[in-house]
Structures are given as structure tokens and as C-alpha cells.
T-cell receptor, first 112, second 112 residues
Framework: GDSVTQMEGPVTLSEEAFLTINCTYTATGYPSLFWYVQYPGEGLQLLLKATKADDKGSNKGFEATYRKETTSFHLEKGSVQVSDSAVYFCALLDTGRRALTFGSGTRLQVQP | DSGVTQTPKHLITATGQRVTLRCSPRSGDLSVYWYQQSLDQGLQFLIQYYNGEERAKGNILERFSAQQFPDLHSELNLSSLELGDSALYFC???????????FGPGTRLTVT
């Protein structure tokens, strides 16, 4: 079945550092890919998406590119802020099933 | 604010009891999804409804059931509760033909 693998956390960075959170997936067909963010005590917020190969999703300085050849969708940000501290989830959507499959989440801690 | 509402925010109950969680989707969204987030299982898809009809089932226990009403709100019923059912339960909604799912703030269920 479908699966998503994320790098283990926590990831601890200093403010203004470069961020990469790795995500790889296994799926049949051509899934859509997403990054969601969960701030402490809150629900999941959609951060960005990509629906086909080579698409780049971007939002609030975060970017991720759908790489079919490496089945990856790594999240990047050039300069993190303390307010980016949260748990980040990579997810895929099998359009046939319409249900999201999530990775285990990566906790990001940004220190001032 | 995603526009998806869930009640109650917190629920504490005893083993063997039954509870009902409620979700109102974003205005205009016909699809509702239920997910469970637990420490050991991560985020798992439970069930999807589309315009009142069950559309897809995931790892939903037989003790759990759901329905979507004509006004499109949905309820998740959990019965014969066990300690292991303690988790965050999220509802999400999406528009017809859209890839994105928008999540509510969740209901935290504690079974004692």
C-alpha cells in the first residue's frame, strides 16, 4: 500500500538557518503530495501542495518540489524563524481513494 | 481558521462508554473525512463521506461508526471505549474535485 517516510526529529535549528525536512513516498499511480503543519495544541494546517511531477509548491517561504524519479517531496526554507517551530507532516493523496496517507511527522525547534 | 469546526474540544470518559464527536465542514464542501492521531499509530484515515454517502473506509474499528447528515455535518460515534481509543480525532473537508483537505481543530478524547 501507499506509505510516506519522513526524517526523524526533532530538528533543532538556530533562527535564520536553512531548513530541509526529507520526505519520500511509495505509491501506485501518480499521487498528489502535501505538507501540513501542526502548531502546539492546534489542528493541521495545509502548508503547500504539488499535484504532478516537477510541480513546486510554495507558501510562507517554504518550498517543496515533486520529484517522481526519486519519489521525494523534501520541504525547504531558506531562513527559519522561531515562529516556525511546529510539527511538519508530509502526506500523499491517492486520487482513487481520496484519503490522505501521512508520514510520522518531524518536529522542528527553532532557537533564537 | 480553516472553516471546519469540531465539538467538543475535549472529552473525558470511562472505559465501556459511548461518545459522539461532531464536525461541520467548510461552507460548500461536500466531503468529510475523519482521522485519528495517536502517539503509537500516528495519523490514520478512518472514513470518508460525500454528500451523505459513505465513500471510503480506512482503519476504522467495528465499534466506531459515522454518518453525514443532509445539512452536511458529520458525527463520529465511538462505542465500548477502551483505553487505547484515547487520541485526537480530526475532521477534514474538501470541495468536489479539489485535492486539498482542510482540517478542523480536533477533539481530544481521553478514556480513563
Amino acid at each position: 500500500g501507499d506509505s510516506v517516510t519522513q526524517m526523524e526529529g526533532p530538528v533543532t535549528l538556530s533562527e535564520e538557518a536553512f531548513l530541509t525536512i526529507n520526505c519520500t513516498y511509495t505509491a501506485t499511480g501518480y499521487p498528489s503530495l502535501f505538507w501540513y503543519v501542526q502548531y502546539p495544541g492546534e489542528g493541521l494546517q495545509l502548508l503547500l501542495k504539488a499535484t504532478k511531477a516537477d510541480d513546486k509548491g510554495s507558501n510562507k517561504g517554504f518550498e517543496a518540489t515533486y520529484r517522481k524519479e526519486t519519489t521525494s517531496f523534501h520541504l525547504e526554507k531558506g531562513s527559519v524563524q522561531v515562529s516556525d517551530s511546529a510539527v511538519y507532516f508530509c502526506a500523499l493523496l491517492d486520487t482513487g481513494r481520496r484519503a490522505l496517507t501521512f508520514g510520522s511527522g518531524t518536529r522542528l525547534q527553532v532557537q533564537p | 481558521d480553516s472553516g471546519v469546526t469540531q465539538t467538543p474540544k475535549h472529552l473525558i470518559t470511562a472505559t465501556g462508554q459511548r461518545v459522539t464527536l461532531r464536525c461541520s465542514p467548510r461552507s460548500g464542501d461536500l466531503s468529510v473525512y475523519w482521522y485519528q492521531q495517536s502517539l503509537d499509530q500516528g495519523l490514520q484515515f478512518l472514513i470518508q463521506y460525500y454528500n451523505g454517502e459513505e465513500r471510503a473506509k480506512g482503519n476504522i474499528l467495528e465499534r466506531f461508526s459515522a454518518q453525514q447528515f443532509p445539512d452536511l455535518h458529520s458525527e463520529l460515534n465511538l462505542s465500548s471505549l477502551e483505553l487505547g481509543d484515547s487520541a485526537l480525532y480530526f475532521c477534514a473537508s474538501s470541495r468536489q474535485g479539489a485535492y486539498e483537505q482542510y482540517f478542523g481543530p480536533g477533539t481530544r478524547l481521553t478514556v480513563t
